[in-house]
């Protein structure tokens, strides 16, 4: 394109060479250069066409046919100028009414995304704070479980006590429910100290002082200690006799079978023990988590909650500018019932019984919420009292299920009145719609709608 331009100037006598005017030959001056290469035409050509047009002006005047004249006064150039100002106007105007088009067009697109860019910055924004409130809370779990294990207590390893093994060939069987249960309970058997076996007079002594309440070496204890071996002696001398004609294989026998049953006896009462120990165990463990993990986790939740409402104020602002506007309808426009269903999102064809049984259903799941939001609030701040009845309790939630049903069961009979009161009340409108109009047919009034 340079070079054809150029050999089309060059022949007009431009002084410059080809790299020169390669230099020049850029942007708007690159199209007026080609605009000037096509339209000059030079001395000789131009000399020709006055030649030529002077020829055809004497012609003109010595012939006698009627012919338009070559030229043209002032008036017809201005005439001419002037229409064709009206056309560039025309089409001026045409391409200036289009960029103002697009122009509107790419402002409106550009606010549309302008609001969608400020509603993800404020996501974003709301994301990381989230981020970084859940990123502390598993600091302070973490945190939390290392001073739990700081402030637990070391078990000091106790030494295994020697028992004696009983000399018996008689195996018992236990119904084992668990057997990690059954390890447990013989591990901690084995840290029990043996319990002494204490002769029949003494146990007898200490029995009797257990029923008196008194103490082992009371007077009265004695008394009635004097009296029992007494009486066992004379019972004794009594049946002595018949005693001896007892057969020797069945006394045996009644003494192994008394020794079974103490054995047995004595490994429940170690089990007992066990288990009591683990028990005592477990729950101090638990107490000491509950005094100490508890107040962190209620403070920690107190946190989450208040600084939480500016976030809920931030998430209502972003849906309410992202929330399409509305046209703004007059309260009285619409009935009772359509203002139920239009807050219960419901369509304007649902019925009443429809209605009614969203509404108890979405009244139902509000009880819900607030039991279960009132029970772990009161979980957290106050903890029952140990000494609780669980009969009370039973008693106190029966009475509170009554209180909400009775509760519930108002709220429905009132807005079932309240459907029916509207239901009655659009009928007798549409009677009263119905005798207007039947009587501006009858008089002959239009009418106003």
Known sequence: MAESSYAALSALGVPLTLEEYKTIFNGPLAELLTFLSQHLVG????????TTLLLAQEAQAKSRLKQPATTRSRADKAVARLSAAKTSFEVFSKELEEIQKKTQTATTRLTTLQRELDTKRKTLLLLNV??????????????????????KPPTPPQPLPTLPFPNSNTFITVPRTSHTRDKLADLHRLFLPPKPIHEPQERLKRAIARLLDT????????????????????????????????DPRTLDAKAQS???????????????????????????????KS????????????EAAQAAKGHIDVLRKCIAVAAPDKPQEKF???????????????????????????????IRQSHCREDLLRASTTALVIPPPPSLDIATLLATKAAHLRTTQAAHEREVDLLTRKAAKADAGLARAADVDAVI?????????????
């Not at 009371?218 to 002595?240: I, Q």
């Open 258 to 288: 008394n020794r079974d049953k103490a054995l047995k006896l004595q490994s429940l009462i170690d089990r007992y023990t066990a288990l009591r120990l683990v028990c005592v165990d477990d729950l101090a463990k638990l107490s000491h």
């Open 43 to 50: 001395r000789q050509a131009a000399a020709n066409v006055r």
């Open 437 to 449: 109009a039947n009587w501006r047919k009858v008089v002959g009034v239009k009418s106003r709608d």
């Open 215 to 246: 103490d082992v070496n009371h007077p009265d204890t004695k008394r009635v200690l004097e009296h029992c071996l007494e009486y066992l002696r004379n019972h004794s001398a009594d049946t002595g006799d018949a005693g001896k004609r007892l």
């Open 291 to 302: 005094t100490t993990a508890l107040p962190a986790l209620r403070q920690s939740l107190i």
């Open 332 to 362: 009285g426009s619409t009935s009772f019932a359509s203002r139920i269903k239009e807050a219960c999102g419901m369509h304007e064809s649902a019925t009443t019984a429809t209605v009614l049984e969203h509404i108890e259903r979405a």
């Open 130 to 151: 989230l981020k970084a409130k859940h990123q502390i809370s598993v600091l302070r779990i973490e945190a939390l479980t290392r001073d739990t294990k700081a402030l």
